[in-house]
């Protein structure tokens, strides 16, 4: 297993019921607000910030709150996460891992498909592409999930989920010409 894991750190979600419908709603934050003082102004929702969804019990919209809030984005630092090896300055030498939102230099990123992450991370706005960066810590333990599950390992699995990087409502690597 890498030594780096970043574990994932999601940005506020919140259940509740809806005491006219009885319906239970999800609200996932999808942007934080960009400064301190705006926490403290406004609610979170007011700006588009919050995506809401609505559920038949609270056990429905308590799973999907978890498994679909996005990462807290870090503030790039003066060195990689994983490697510690000093970032450079410029813009494109940095990545930030869309599954985790740890920042690493270049070599300790890969990309996956647009789909192996949930769109309520807010990924299709302007600059739409179809693959997005990772932490190449969370593409091994996305692969070693993959493996134990193929292999029916599911001590190895139930593991490598709980390290909170592991989100089963998306699609994975196709490893091994498996579908998945």
């Not at 996932?28 to 960009?34: L, N, Y």
């Not at 593409?139 to 134990?148: E, G, T």
Request: charge should be positive; charged fraction near 20%.
């Amino acid at each position: 297993m890498p030594q780096n894991i970043q574990k994932r750190s999601p940005l506020p979600s919140s259940v509740h019921q809806n005491q006219a419908t009885k319906k239970w709603i999800a609200t996932i934050t999808v942007r934080p607000p960009s400064d301190g003082a705006a926490t403290n102004r406004q609610a979170y929702g007011t700006q588009g910030d919050c995506l809401y969804f609505t559920f038949d019990t609270d056990r429905e919209a308590n799973k999907f709150a978890k498994a679909y809030a996005p990462p807290r984005m870090r503030v790039p630092g003066s060195h990689c996460e994983s490697c510690n090896q000093t970032l450079n300055p410029k813009p494109r030498s940095t990545c930030i891992c869309r599954n985790c939102g740890a920042c690493v230099c270049e070599k300790c990123s890969t990309k996956w498909g647009i789909d192996m992450v949930p769109k309520t991370y807010g990924l299709m706005g302007s600059g739409y592409s179809p693959k997005v960066r990772v932490c190449k810590s969370c593409d091994w333990l996305s692969n070693a999930f993959c493996m134990s599950l193929l292999r029916g390992k599911s001590n190895d699995a139930f593991a490598l989920y709980e390290t909170g990087n592991i989100n089963l409502r998306c699609t994975f690597a196709d490893i091994n010409s498996e579908a998945m």
